[in-house]
């Protein structure tokens, strides 16, 4: 996943011994590219009046929210 020049790589391996509550946020350009990540992802859309988007958590523990916004 690249977004505005940052590349976010999701790799198999055996979780760090870390015990954080760290939020990582990616705001997409549409809501079709937020419907295509949750597909890949396999979970359920969130979608309530202007927002759409979805949260998961990786291995760690970190949540990760991926979402759309209409301005």
Known sequence: MTVQGTLLVFVEGEPVDYHGNIHFGFRCDSRRD????????GVDLE????????????PEGNLFEVYWEQS
């Open 34 to 41: 937020v419907e295509d990540w949750a597909q890949r992802f």
């Open 47 to 58: 979608a309530e009046g202007n927002y759409c988007g979805f949260r998961t958590r990786d």
